[in-house]
């Protein structure tokens, strides 16, 4: 008990000295690939989780729409107390008289009364509907749910394609603003390092101020740029971690600096424009939506013509009820009904109307949608052949801007060079491995939106 009690109080103490490890522990950097982000983007978007959930409801109104073919049963049941009744009173000799042994006896030869009904009354009854004459139209409209629910499908796969591009655009972008920190670092240090030996110069008398104070000026457009860059950064990060739901404090970026992202697409010469331009005329995501809304606006055209028809249908059911003399305990019946409106049957004509000019709007719109289509198909083409381009030049830039890197290393380490040239030859490297980077999201956005344009 005695050690117990010593102990106690140094266990707040060796928390405070374990503190600094756990949360250095906590803001560790988190790993993360370029298809780790789409991965996560996908699952934890909220927007996409929008369209599922709309596809979702498209879905479950066909269902609801399906079940109004069958027949509609509806159960009734009241209960009422009468306080006051009503009776069929028969007045003496309201069927006249009749002569019996010289006397006339009136009939009734007293007044009748006789209730016609009880205090309790009580009702009870379900009846069953079948529509027949509208069944055409609730298969229109299960056919327009159809649509919508596809529409929604679309919008969904439209959804998922411009987050994947986002996240490229953020990750690609962050592999960038890095290579272009690191060469703003290095012509820093490079301005730094002039300055020194301007300022040495100075003190032996043998250089003017305006040296000094153009490159303190050039440090100070680095400083600027630098921070430009940081905060940058850190806005390219918050969008990321906005899309993809990850709550760490800071990410690294699993990208090889100076080499393509894993998971990016073979770069090559693309196919042939004419087999790109079928594929979009098929399975364009836009295209199919356009047609979808076409096919939409002729099925609600076909369903105002419908609402035309009177509604016929079937009727059957079973009706119980007491305390109503006149009328049976019990009594199953089966019939027909008829319902038609007429000035329904009148302003029907200007909705009908209405939807023919949506259905040309919609099909304008398709004929709009082809043509964009098929254009933006040819200038995403040009923009994938110019990037696989500048991906071969800045290849060769980095690949020779390293070998120069290497020579000066080398230089430096037999003191032939200053310090100075092996910093610019790293500045330059580091502007051309942002250039490789920025050529490489180029085609990848190219790419992406060639996938976006010619497939589902």
Do not use: C
């Not at 509208?134 to 919008?155: F, H, N, S, Y």
Request: charged content about 20%; aromatic content about 6%; hydrophobic content about 40%.
């Amino acid at each position: 008990m005695l050690n117990t009690m010593k102990t106690k109080p140094f266990l707040p103490i060796l928390f405070l000295l374990a503190l600094p490890l756990i949360r250095t522990y906590a803001q560790q950097a988190q790993p993360l690939t370029l298809d780790r982000a789409v991965e996560l983007a996908l699952q934890n978007n909220h927007l996409l989780n929008v369209r599922k959930l709309q596809v979702a409801e498209k879905e479950a109104k066909v269902a609801e729409d399906r079940i109004k073919r069958y027949p509609v049963a509806s159960v009734s049941s009241s209960y009422q107390y009468n306080v006051n009744l009503g009776s069929l009173v028969i007045e003496q000799g309201s069927f006249g008289a009749l002569p019996l042994g010289g006397t006339n006896i009136q009939l009734p030869n007293e007044q009748k009364t006789f209730p016609l009904g009880k205090h309790h009354n009580f009702n009870a009854g379900v009846t069953v509907y079948q529509p027949i004459t509208q069944l055409g139209k609730i298969r229109t409209g299960i056919e327009v749910a159809q649509t919508d629910a596809e529409l929604a499908r679309k919008e969904q796969s439209r959804a998922s394609l411009q987050i994947t591009q986002a996240i490229e655009k953020l990750y690609y972008g962050l592999l960038i603003t890095e290579k272009q920190q690191e060469e703003a670092n290095a012509k820093i240090r490079l301005a730094q390092m002039r300055l020194y030996d301007v300022e040495s110069a100075l003190l032996s008398g043998k250089t003017l101020d305006v040296n000094k104070a153009g490159l303190q000026a050039n440090i100070a457009d680095e400083e600027q740029n630098l921070l430009k860059l940081q905060i940058q950064t850190d806005d390219y990060m918050a969008d990321l971690k906005q899309l993809t739901g990850i709550e760490a404090d800071s990410i690294t970026l699993a990208g090889t600096p100076g080499s393509p992202t894993p998971g990016a697409p073979p770069i090559g010469a693309p196919g042939p424009l004419d087999s790109y331009q079928a594929n979009a005329a098929i399975s364009n995501n836009d295209i199919k939506i356009a047609n979808l809304t076409e096919i939409k606006t002729q099925k609600a055209i076909r369903a105002a013509e419908q609402s035309n028809l009177p509604d016929v249908g079937l009727v059957a059911g079973y009706s119980y009820q007491t305390g109503n003399l006149l009328f049976p305990n019990n009594n199953p019946f089966l019939g027909a009904q008829l319902k038609w409106n007429i000035q329904d049957l009148i302003a029907n004509r200007e909705v009908i109307r209405q939807r023919h000019f949506l259905s040309e709007q919609a099909r304008e719109n398709l004929i709009n949608t082809q043509n964009q289509v098929k254009n933006d198909v040819a200038k995403t083409y040009r923009k994938l052949t110019q990037a696989t381009a500048l991906i071969a030049v800045a290849e060769k830039a980095v690949k020779y801007r390293t070998e120069e890197l290497k020579v000066q290393t080398d230089k430096q380490a037999s003191g032939l060079n200053l310090e100075a040239d092996l910093l610019n030859t790293r500045s330059l490297l580091a502007k051309s491995e942002a250039d490789l980077l920025a050529a490489q999201l180029n085609y990848r956005l190219a790419f992406s939106d060639l996938l976006r344009l010619t497939s589902e």
